[in-house]
């Protein structure tokens, strides 16, 4: 080999490696990329698992009160009837 062709032959070579040095660096940079927005990704998901557990409980809470107050309701209105009741009674007892 001629010391031209050894000189041609070594600056592909360098030619070769700068290019694979430069798609190393996009694809660390484009990982780099990807790492970062599963991070966000995992943040947001447990934000989401948070507020979602959140909400459950207070979902309970309220049913627990609409029960609470639908009872109160039924209760109510059964001591309406029986003071109705109570009052044609004394009307009935009354004519």
């Given amino acids: 080999m001629s010391e031209t062709e050894l000189e041609e032959g070594l600056i ?6 700068d290019r694979a ?3 190393l660096e996009t694809s660390t940079r484009d ?3 990807r790492l970062q927005r599963q ?3 995992e943040v947001d998901t447990q934000r989401l698992v948070h ?3 959140r909400l459950a409980t207070e979902l309970d809470k309220t049913a627990a009160r609409a029960k609470r107050l639908d009872d109160s309701a039924h209760e109510v209105s059964r ?7 109570t009052v044609r ?5 009354a004519e």
């Fill in 79 to 85: 001591r309406l009837v029986e003071a109705m009741e």
């Fill in 51 to 53: 507020e979602r557990a």
């Fill in 21 to 23: 040095l430069a798609r």
């Fill in 12 to 17: 592909a070579a360098a030619a070769r490696f």
């Fill in 89 to 93: 009674s004394v009307l009935q007892k």
């Fill in 39 to 41: 991070q966000r990704i």
């Fill in 31 to 33: 990982l780099a990329g």
